[in-house]
């Protein structure tokens, strides 16, 4: 069945580096694939989505872009700030499950000034 | 904006005891989920509910029951906690056509002694 693989972190960056948060997936077909964010005692929140291959998603200076010769699903931000200290979960849905996710591990990014 | 809230931040339970977790959204939601999130682990899906008095199985519902009696509320149950249950338990709620846009809760931190 459908499967997605984050690098591990903790990933620790200074304030404006370049950001990258690797993701890899195993699917039957090609499937939408999410980026999710959980900041600090929050809940998860919806990052970002690409809904078909060569997709690229965007929102507040992050990107991925679904490349199936790859198929990677990699999260990029040009200049990281201290607010975007999170946890950062890549997510498909199941094979035939069109209402449910799965999600990956989970990678801690820690941004400091 | 869209709200999930859940009962409780914090609960500290001892083993062996009934523990209810709720879940209430504000946006007419048909889905709702309930998670638990572990280190490493990514979060994993306990029980899918689909309509009110609807359920069904997720990857892990071994020791915990679900309840839908009204749309907006999803009840999770620890029939009977035990230490290995110890864990964040995240709700999450969506509409069935916007397709892995889910809205996620804060989260309940579970500690059973």
């Known amino acids: 069945g459908n499967s997605v693989t984050q690098m591990e972190g903790p990933v620790t960056l200074s304030e404006e580096a370049f950001l990258t948060i690797n993701c890899t997936y195993t699917?039957?077909?090609?499937?939408?694939l999410f980026w999710y964010v959980q900041y600090p005692g929050e809940g998860l929140q919806l990052l970002l989505k690409a809904t078909k291959a060569d997709d690229k998603g965007s929102n507040k200076g992050f990107e991925a872009t679904y490349r199936k010769e790859t198929t990677s699903f990699h999260l990029e931000k040009g200049s990281v700030q201290v607010s975007d200290s999170a946890v950062y979960f890549c997510a498909l849905p199941p094979t035939g499950g069109y209402n449910k996710l799965i999600f990956g591990a989970g990678t801690r990014l820690a941004v400091h000034p | 904006d869209v709200k999930v809230t859940q009962s409780s931040r914090y609960l500290v339970k001892r083993t062996g005891e009934k523990v209810f977790l709720e879940c209430v959204q504000d946006m007419d939601h048909e889905n709702m989920f309930w998670y638990r999130q572990d280190p490493g682990l990514g979060l994993r899906l306990i029980y899918f509910?689909?309509?009110?008095?609807?359920?069904e199985k997720g990857d892990i519902p071994e020791g915990y029951s679900v309840s839908r009696e009204k749309k907006e509320r999803f009840s999770l149950i620890l029939e009977s906690a035990s230490t290995n249950q110890t864990s964040m338990y995240l709700c999450a709620s969506s509409f069935p056509e916007e397709l892995g846009e889910q809205y996620f809760g804060p989260g309940t931190r579970l500690t059973v002694t």
């Open positions: 509910s689909y309509d009110v008095k609807m359920k």
């Open positions: 699917a039957t077909g090609y499937p939408s």
